[in-house]
């Protein structure tokens, strides 16, 4: 039997947490009963500011009454809120199931998916990934620019990020300890995941619309969540100047060619234009690059800061 740990962040959802609860607890309640798995729940309150922790805290005491005073509710209540990518960390810090489900809190993922999740889990599968085949109810806006998003994250960064993966996946005891191992500070799980290895499966599902509420992810936290894929998973930003300035350089030079000649042959040329302009050009090509040097050391710097292990062993099917 597989103790399972289910991983929720909620920020103001106060409208649909007590129906997630239920479904939940009903796919899980049935799964324990089948004698697959047991169980907790854990919910990361997000600093929430309307009554989400106060609903939390009827369920947890609802459930405590009615299971036999066994405790499948677990509430972490962060001082603040943090965002949704530090709730998901702070609950794959203390949960301490074998297998640990993460799913958001407004039911677009399909809890029935959990049990296949599972059915992965012991064929020895160490992260199931949810990606999703449609999305429902979303905005054309949002659509778009989660398609650009993933489009470009492909393009530029040295990751092999999952197209249309969100949060709703399983992660093995093994992975868990891994990504807990991770310490850096503006997280991008989902590049995060796949940067770990081991064992991975997709897995595919219709998203549906929000059951209720509204979208918790406005433009400014969607801009974010970008920059931490791009910029956690990628040189490239910091490298840009470099390109530049290369190609700076180059049209400069050319450039200092023909105003050379121009000059030479043309008798009416300004005089003293052509120091200067070629002067402006080749300093603003030598700055490039050299911002362009300085970012790929503040790049490498950056690298270090993020101590990520050097490397992470599969222990499973190593020997010692
Ligand atoms: N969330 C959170 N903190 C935040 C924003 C969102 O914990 O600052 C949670 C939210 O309660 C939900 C999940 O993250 O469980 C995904 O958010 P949402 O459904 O609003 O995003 P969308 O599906 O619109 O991208
Ligand atoms: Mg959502």
Redesign the pocket.
Known sequence: MTFVSIVV???N?ELVIRHTHQKILETMLKLEHEKKVSFEIVYVN?GSSDSTLTMLQNIYQESLNSLNKENKVVIISLAK?F??QV?LTAGLNYAKGAAIISI???L?DPPEIMEKMLNYLEQGFDVVYGVRISREGETWFKLITAKLFYILLKKITNCDIPLNSGDFRLLSRRAVDVFNSLQERNRFIRGLIPWIGLKQTPIYYERHP?FAGT???PLR?MIKLAFDGFIGFSHFPIKFSFYLGSVTAIFSFLYGIYILLYSYFNEYAIRGWKSIMVTILFIGGVQLISIGILGEYIARIYDEVKKRPLFIIDDKNSRF
């Open positions: 962040p909620c920020y959802e997000d809120n965002g949704h709730a958001d809190a407004d677009q929000r979208t918790k992810y936290k």
